[in-house]
């Protein structure tokens, strides 16, 4: 494997967790202006 390949199998990995974090982020921003739960169902 090339030290290209490798660089781009890091990239595509780091990516893909950016998106999977920055959904996140905006899910938990929007559910504390609304006043919801994190991951549904009630805490209580």
């Given at each position: 494997m090339t030290l290209t390949q490798k660089r781009m199998?890091?990239?595509i990995i780091v990516v893909?967790?950016?998106v999977v974090l920055g959904r996140?982020?905006?899910r938990a921003v929007?559910?504390?202006l609304l006043g919801g739960s994190m991951f549904g169902?009630?805490?209580l």
């Open positions: 199998i890091t990239l893909l967790a950016a996140l982020a905006v929007m559910n504390l169902g009630n805490f």
